[in-house]
Protein backbone atom coordinates (compact mmCIF):
# COMPACT_ATOMS: atom_id res chain seq x y z
CA UNK A 1 0.00 0.00 0.00
CA UNK A 2 1.12 3.05 -0.80
CA UNK A 3 1.37 5.45 2.61
CA UNK A 4 3.64 7.96 4.47
CA UNK A 5 6.31 5.68 5.03
CA UNK A 6 6.56 4.68 1.72
CA UNK A 7 6.11 8.40 0.07
CA UNK A 8 9.01 9.11 2.55
CA UNK A 9 11.38 6.30 1.34
CA UNK A 10 10.32 7.30 -2.34
CA UNK A 11 11.44 10.85 -1.72
CA UNK A 12 14.07 10.65 -0.32
CA UNK A 13 15.73 8.33 -2.75
CA UNK A 14 17.86 9.39 -5.98
CA UNK A 15 15.46 11.16 -8.72
CA UNK A 16 15.14 7.48 -10.98
CA UNK A 17 13.71 5.97 -7.92
CA UNK A 18 11.37 9.03 -7.27
CA UNK A 19 9.39 8.28 -10.03
CA UNK A 20 6.20 6.07 -9.11
CA UNK A 21 4.19 4.46 -11.58
CA UNK A 22 0.16 4.59 -11.11
CA UNK A 23 0.26 0.94 -10.12
CA UNK A 24 2.22 2.31 -6.95
CA UNK A 25 -0.91 4.66 -5.80
CA UNK A 26 -3.65 3.14 -3.95
CA UNK A 27 -5.97 1.73 -6.12
CA UNK A 28 -9.72 1.81 -5.72
CA UNK A 29 -10.25 -2.18 -5.54
CA UNK A 30 -8.48 -2.69 -2.19
CA UNK A 31 -11.37 0.13 -0.62
CA UNK A 32 -8.07 2.33 0.50
CA UNK A 33 -9.26 5.10 3.30
CA UNK A 34 -10.34 8.59 2.85
CA UNK A 35 -7.18 9.68 4.71
CA UNK A 36 -4.99 7.16 2.37
CA UNK A 37 -6.16 8.98 -0.95
CA UNK A 38 -6.47 12.68 0.43
CA UNK A 39 -2.42 11.58 1.06
CA UNK A 40 -1.73 10.22 -2.17
CA UNK A 41 -4.19 13.14 -3.99
CA UNK A 42 -1.57 16.33 -1.93
CA UNK A 43 1.29 14.58 -2.96
CA UNK A 44 -0.08 14.63 -6.53
CA UNK A 45 -0.88 18.37 -6.41
CA UNK A 46 1.68 19.94 -8.37
CA UNK A 47 0.43 23.97 -8.41
CA UNK A 48 2.30 25.93 -10.61
CA UNK A 49 5.39 24.27 -12.08
CA UNK A 50 8.87 25.90 -11.29
CA UNK A 51 11.26 26.70 -14.22
CA UNK A 52 13.55 26.70 -11.82
CA UNK A 53 17.19 24.49 -11.80
CA UNK A 54 17.25 21.78 -8.60
CA UNK A 55 20.03 24.07 -7.48
CA UNK A 56 22.04 21.60 -6.92
CA UNK A 57 24.27 22.30 -9.99
CA UNK A 58 21.90 20.47 -12.73
CA UNK A 59 21.46 22.26 -15.47
CA UNK A 60 18.06 23.54 -17.61
CA UNK A 61 17.44 20.52 -18.55
CA UNK A 62 16.44 19.16 -15.16
CA UNK A 63 13.84 21.91 -13.27
CA UNK A 64 12.50 21.89 -10.03
CA UNK A 65 9.80 20.06 -8.27
CA UNK A 66 7.52 22.76 -7.19
CA UNK A 67 7.05 22.44 -3.26
CA UNK A 68 9.34 19.50 -3.09
CA UNK A 69 6.63 17.06 -4.07
CA UNK A 70 7.56 13.46 -5.38
CA UNK A 71 6.58 12.13 -9.25
CA UNK A 72 4.68 9.72 -10.72
CA UNK A 73 4.34 8.88 -14.57
CA UNK A 74 2.38 10.41 -16.35
CA UNK A 75 0.76 7.22 -18.18
CA UNK A 76 -2.12 6.24 -16.47
CA UNK A 77 -2.59 8.75 -14.07
CA UNK A 78 -5.31 10.77 -15.82
CA UNK A 79 -7.34 7.68 -15.88
CA UNK A 80 -6.91 6.78 -12.16
CA UNK A 81 -7.97 10.12 -11.19
CA UNK A 82 -10.61 10.09 -13.51
CA UNK A 83 -11.49 6.59 -11.85
CA UNK A 84 -11.56 8.42 -8.56
CA UNK A 85 -13.99 10.97 -9.47
CA UNK A 86 -16.74 9.03 -10.69
CA UNK A 87 -16.44 6.17 -8.17
CA UNK A 88 -18.74 6.04 -5.42
CA UNK A 89 -16.07 5.85 -2.71
CA UNK A 90 -19.05 4.02 -0.58
CA UNK A 91 -16.65 2.39 1.34
CA UNK A 92 -16.03 5.94 2.96
CA UNK A 93 -18.19 6.31 5.53
CA UNK A 94 -17.78 10.03 5.88
CA UNK A 95 -19.42 12.14 3.21
CA UNK A 96 -17.25 15.31 4.22
CA UNK A 97 -13.78 13.02 3.55
CA UNK A 98 -15.51 11.68 0.16
CA UNK A 99 -16.26 15.05 -0.96
CA UNK A 100 -12.59 16.45 -0.19
CA UNK A 101 -11.16 12.92 -2.60
CA UNK A 102 -13.54 14.28 -4.92
CA UNK A 103 -12.69 17.72 -4.86
CA UNK A 104 -8.75 16.93 -4.71
CA UNK A 105 -8.74 14.61 -7.76
CA UNK A 106 -10.50 16.92 -9.75
CA UNK A 107 -7.82 19.60 -8.86
CA UNK A 108 -5.21 17.21 -9.62
CA UNK A 109 -6.86 16.43 -12.96
CA UNK A 110 -7.09 19.93 -13.77
CA UNK A 111 -3.43 20.80 -13.15
CA UNK A 112 -2.66 17.83 -16.30
CA UNK A 113 -4.77 19.45 -18.62
CA UNK A 114 -2.80 22.37 -19.20
CA UNK A 115 -2.09 25.91 -17.82
CA UNK A 116 -6.24 26.84 -19.65
CA UNK A 117 -7.57 24.24 -17.22
CA UNK A 118 -5.81 25.67 -13.82
CA UNK A 119 -7.41 28.74 -13.38
CA UNK A 120 -5.82 31.64 -11.14
CA UNK A 121 -2.36 31.24 -9.86
CA UNK A 122 -0.15 32.85 -8.06
CA UNK A 123 3.57 32.31 -8.97
CA UNK A 124 7.11 32.67 -7.16
CA UNK A 125 10.46 33.95 -9.64
CA UNK A 126 14.06 34.20 -7.94
CA UNK A 127 15.41 36.47 -10.09
CA UNK A 128 19.41 36.92 -9.70
CA UNK A 129 20.73 40.30 -9.03
CA UNK A 130 24.40 38.86 -8.96
CA UNK A 131 26.81 37.34 -12.21
CA UNK A 132 27.97 33.90 -10.44
CA UNK A 133 31.81 34.48 -10.14
CA UNK A 134 32.40 31.14 -11.91
CA UNK A 135 31.17 32.60 -15.58
CA UNK A 136 34.59 35.22 -15.35
CA UNK A 137 35.38 36.99 -18.38
CA UNK A 138 33.26 34.87 -20.59
CA UNK A 139 29.76 35.47 -18.60
CA UNK A 140 28.08 36.56 -21.44
CA UNK A 141 28.59 34.13 -23.83
CA UNK A 142 28.25 31.07 -21.25
CA UNK A 143 25.50 32.44 -18.63
CA UNK A 144 22.55 30.50 -18.69
CA UNK A 145 19.66 32.42 -17.20
CA UNK A 146 17.42 29.38 -16.70
CA UNK A 147 20.01 27.25 -14.20
CA UNK A 148 22.43 30.33 -12.93
CA UNK A 149 22.24 30.37 -9.43
CA UNK A 150 23.14 33.56 -7.44
CA UNK A 151 23.95 34.42 -3.92
CA UNK A 152 21.53 37.61 -4.40
CA UNK A 153 18.13 37.10 -5.93
CA UNK A 154 14.62 39.18 -6.31
CA UNK A 155 11.68 37.16 -5.34
CA UNK A 156 8.48 38.14 -7.70
CA UNK A 157 5.50 37.18 -6.92
CA UNK A 158 3.39 37.38 -10.02
CA UNK A 159 -0.91 36.78 -10.25
CA UNK A 160 -2.28 35.16 -13.28
CA UNK A 161 -5.90 35.08 -14.06
CA UNK A 162 -7.33 32.04 -15.54
CA UNK A 163 -6.01 32.26 -19.09
CA UNK A 164 -7.86 32.21 -22.10
CA UNK A 165 -6.15 31.91 -25.75
CA UNK A 166 -7.45 35.29 -26.68
CA UNK A 167 -5.53 36.80 -23.19
CA UNK A 168 -2.45 35.73 -23.45
CA UNK A 169 -0.90 38.63 -21.31
CA UNK A 170 -2.19 36.47 -18.29
CA UNK A 171 0.26 34.41 -18.68
CA UNK A 172 4.15 34.60 -17.62
CA UNK A 173 5.37 33.44 -20.83
CA UNK A 174 9.25 31.62 -20.47
CA UNK A 175 10.71 34.24 -22.99
CA UNK A 176 9.92 37.14 -19.94
CA UNK A 177 11.55 34.30 -17.34
CA UNK A 178 14.70 34.18 -19.23
CA UNK A 179 14.87 38.01 -20.26
CA UNK A 180 14.41 38.84 -16.88
CA UNK A 181 16.78 36.59 -15.79
CA UNK A 182 19.33 37.72 -18.34
CA UNK A 183 19.27 41.18 -17.19
CA UNK A 184 21.81 40.96 -14.48
CA UNK A 185 24.28 40.33 -17.62
CA UNK A 186 22.89 42.64 -19.97
CA UNK A 187 23.05 45.47 -17.70
CA UNK A 188 26.73 45.44 -18.61
CA UNK A 189 26.12 44.92 -21.82
CA UNK A 190 23.94 48.66 -21.85
CA UNK A 191 24.76 52.27 -21.98
CA UNK A 192 24.69 53.78 -18.55
CA UNK A 193 21.48 55.48 -18.26
CA UNK A 194 21.02 58.37 -16.12
CA UNK A 195 19.50 58.73 -12.73
CA UNK A 196 16.30 59.95 -14.40
CA UNK A 197 15.70 57.87 -16.56
CA UNK A 198 12.74 55.80 -17.64
CA UNK A 199 12.85 52.34 -19.02
CA UNK A 200 9.77 51.34 -21.69
CA UNK A 201 8.32 47.67 -21.61
CA UNK A 202 6.00 46.73 -24.18
CA UNK A 203 3.62 44.02 -24.19
CA UNK A 204 4.46 43.68 -20.40
CA UNK A 205 1.61 40.93 -19.75
CA UNK A 206 2.03 40.41 -16.03
CA UNK A 207 5.08 42.49 -15.67
CA UNK A 208 7.98 40.20 -14.65
CA UNK A 209 10.62 41.70 -16.74
CA UNK A 210 9.18 44.93 -16.15
CA UNK A 211 9.49 44.40 -12.30
CA UNK A 212 13.12 42.75 -12.91
CA UNK A 213 14.14 45.77 -14.76
CA UNK A 214 13.21 48.08 -12.42
CA UNK A 215 15.17 46.45 -9.47
CA UNK A 216 18.25 45.28 -11.55
CA UNK A 217 18.54 48.11 -13.38
CA UNK A 218 17.42 50.71 -10.41
CA UNK A 219 15.27 52.60 -12.86
CA UNK A 220 12.03 53.75 -13.15
CA UNK A 221 9.93 51.42 -15.50
CA UNK A 222 6.88 52.32 -17.40
CA UNK A 223 5.25 48.74 -18.18
CA UNK A 224 2.38 48.69 -20.96
CA UNK A 225 0.08 46.33 -22.96
CA UNK A 226 -3.58 46.48 -23.73
CA UNK A 227 -6.82 47.78 -21.21
CA UNK A 228 -7.98 44.42 -20.61
CA UNK A 229 -4.47 43.70 -19.12
CA UNK A 230 -3.62 46.44 -17.01
CA UNK A 231 -5.79 45.86 -13.93
CA UNK A 232 -3.82 42.34 -12.81
CA UNK A 233 -0.50 44.49 -14.28
CA UNK A 234 -1.47 47.04 -11.97
CA UNK A 235 -2.30 44.66 -9.01
CA UNK A 236 0.75 42.86 -9.85
CA UNK A 237 2.92 46.24 -9.55
CA UNK A 238 1.47 46.73 -5.72
CA UNK A 239 2.14 43.17 -4.67
CA UNK A 240 5.58 43.94 -5.28
CA UNK A 241 6.15 47.09 -3.39
CA UNK A 242 8.26 46.01 -1.33
CA UNK A 243 10.39 44.45 -3.48
CA UNK A 244 10.82 48.19 -5.37
CA UNK A 245 10.76 50.59 -2.43
CA UNK A 246 13.98 48.24 -0.92
CA UNK A 247 15.40 49.38 -4.48
CA UNK A 248 14.24 53.05 -4.01
CA UNK A 249 12.33 52.65 -7.21
CA UNK A 250 8.86 53.20 -9.13
CA UNK A 251 7.04 51.39 -11.73
CA UNK A 252 3.81 52.52 -13.46
CA UNK A 253 1.18 50.52 -16.10
CA UNK A 254 -0.22 52.27 -18.48
CA UNK A 255 -2.61 51.91 -22.02
CA UNK A 256 -0.57 51.29 -25.21
CA UNK A 257 -2.24 50.17 -28.29
CA UNK A 258 0.82 49.73 -30.84
CA UNK A 259 -1.68 50.68 -33.96
CA UNK A 260 -1.66 53.86 -32.11
CA UNK A 261 2.25 54.62 -30.76
CA UNK A 262 1.45 58.26 -30.02
CA UNK A 263 -1.74 57.20 -27.54
CA UNK A 264 0.47 56.34 -24.80
CA UNK A 265 -0.27 59.10 -21.95
CA UNK A 266 0.55 58.65 -18.21
CA UNK A 267 0.57 61.64 -15.37
CA UNK A 268 3.52 60.40 -13.83
CA UNK A 269 5.84 59.92 -16.85
CA UNK A 270 6.99 62.52 -19.45
CA UNK A 271 7.15 59.67 -22.71
CA UNK A 272 6.99 63.06 -25.32
CA UNK A 273 11.19 63.06 -25.20
CA UNK A 274 11.22 59.18 -25.89
CA UNK A 275 13.28 56.25 -23.91
CA UNK A 276 16.80 55.47 -23.83
CA UNK A 277 15.77 51.76 -23.16
CA UNK A 278 12.92 49.75 -24.66
CA UNK A 279 12.13 45.56 -23.30
CA UNK A 280 9.87 43.37 -25.22
CA UNK A 281 9.50 39.33 -24.76
CA UNK A 282 7.52 37.45 -26.93
CA UNK A 283 5.53 40.22 -28.34
CA UNK A 284 6.06 38.41 -32.39
CA UNK A 285 3.08 35.25 -32.59
CA UNK A 286 0.85 37.15 -35.05
CA UNK A 287 1.36 38.17 -38.68
CA UNK A 288 0.50 41.90 -37.91
CA UNK A 289 2.58 42.82 -34.74
CA UNK A 290 5.91 42.45 -36.96
CA UNK A 291 5.40 46.21 -38.22
CA UNK A 292 2.71 47.20 -35.07
CA UNK A 293 6.10 46.21 -33.07
CA UNK A 294 8.90 47.80 -34.85
CA UNK A 295 6.56 51.06 -35.65
CA UNK A 296 5.87 51.31 -32.07
CA UNK A 297 9.26 51.35 -31.09
CA UNK A 298 10.67 53.63 -33.74
CA UNK A 299 7.92 55.83 -32.36
CA UNK A 300 9.12 55.97 -28.90
CA UNK A 301 13.24 54.79 -29.05
CA UNK A 302 14.85 58.04 -28.57
CA UNK A 303 17.25 59.16 -31.06
CA UNK A 304 20.24 59.65 -28.57
CA UNK A 305 23.21 57.46 -29.98
CA UNK A 306 22.90 55.39 -26.37
CA UNK A 307 19.15 54.37 -27.06
CA UNK A 308 18.82 50.63 -27.01
CA UNK A 309 16.02 48.46 -27.56
CA UNK A 310 15.93 44.67 -26.28
CA UNK A 311 14.16 42.45 -27.58
CA UNK A 312 13.51 38.17 -27.26
CA UNK A 313 11.71 36.37 -29.22
CA UNK A 314 11.21 32.28 -28.38
CA UNK A 315 11.94 29.89 -31.27
CA UNK A 316 8.10 28.72 -32.14
CA UNK A 317 7.72 26.25 -35.26
CA UNK A 318 5.80 27.89 -37.90
CA UNK A 319 6.86 31.68 -36.70
CA UNK A 320 9.83 31.87 -38.62
CA UNK A 321 7.98 34.47 -41.14
CA UNK A 322 6.91 36.60 -38.65
CA UNK A 323 10.36 36.82 -36.98
CA UNK A 324 11.92 37.42 -39.79
CA UNK A 325 9.18 40.04 -41.04
CA UNK A 326 10.21 41.85 -37.72
CA UNK A 327 13.85 41.59 -38.21
CA UNK A 328 13.74 43.54 -41.78
CA UNK A 329 11.10 45.97 -40.43
CA UNK A 330 13.69 46.73 -37.77
CA UNK A 331 16.14 47.28 -40.16
CA UNK A 332 14.49 49.59 -42.60
CA UNK A 333 13.32 51.95 -39.57
CA UNK A 334 17.54 52.07 -39.43
CA UNK A 335 17.97 50.14 -36.06
CA UNK A 336 20.76 47.12 -36.20
CA UNK A 337 21.38 44.06 -33.76
CA UNK A 338 24.29 44.69 -32.00
CA UNK A 339 24.38 41.72 -29.66
CA UNK A 340 22.21 38.78 -29.61
CA UNK A 341 22.48 34.48 -27.99
CA UNK A 342 20.20 32.17 -27.09
CA UNK A 343 18.62 31.13 -23.47
CA UNK A 344 16.89 27.66 -23.26
CA UNK A 345 14.58 27.39 -20.29
CA UNK A 346 10.96 25.60 -20.01
CA UNK A 347 7.29 26.62 -20.23
CA UNK A 348 3.89 25.08 -19.14
CA UNK A 349 1.98 25.87 -22.43
CA UNK A 350 0.48 23.09 -23.58
CA UNK A 351 1.75 20.97 -20.34
CA UNK A 352 -0.86 18.39 -21.80
CA UNK A 353 0.94 17.73 -24.90
CA UNK A 354 4.63 17.53 -23.20
CA UNK A 355 5.83 14.21 -24.06
CA UNK A 356 8.25 12.38 -22.12
CA UNK A 357 8.56 15.36 -19.60
CA UNK A 358 7.53 13.75 -16.23
CA UNK A 359 7.34 17.43 -14.93
CA UNK A 360 5.11 18.54 -17.48
CA UNK A 361 7.01 21.01 -18.84
CA UNK A 362 8.03 21.97 -22.70
CA UNK A 363 11.25 22.90 -23.08
CA UNK A 364 11.68 26.08 -25.23
CA UNK A 365 14.67 28.06 -26.84
CA UNK A 366 14.59 32.09 -27.12
CA UNK A 367 16.54 33.98 -28.84
CA UNK A 368 17.68 37.68 -27.41
CA UNK A 369 18.62 40.76 -29.13
CA UNK A 370 20.02 44.09 -28.35
CA UNK A 371 19.35 46.69 -31.18
CA UNK A 372 20.69 50.43 -31.92
CA UNK A 373 20.23 53.26 -34.25
CA UNK A 374 22.39 52.94 -37.05
Not at 122 to 139: C, D, L
Not at 287 to 307: F, G
Not at 323 to 336: I, S, Y
Request: glycine share 6%; aromatic share 6%; hydrophobic share 40%.
Amino acid sequence: MFGPASMHDKHASSDNDNILDVLDLPQLYTKPSGEALLLTLDNLKSGPASWQPKGDGSDAEHPALPNGKIKVRSQGLPSYLTKIISSSLDWIEDDAIRELVWESAAKCLSERSGRTALGSITRSFSIPTNVPEAHGAAVAATFNPASAEASCALNIVLHEPAFTADNVGFKTWASSHLLARRLVILKDMLPQLPTDSVVLELGAGTGLVGLAAAAILRRRVLLTDLPEIIPNLERNIKSNKGMLDASGINAHAAVLDWTEPNSLSTEEIDVSSGFLLILAADTVYTSEQPALLTQTIKHHLSHDVRARAVITVPQREGFDAEVQDFRARMGAAGLLIIAEGEDSGYDDWGIAQSVGNEDGLAQVTCVWSIWAWQ
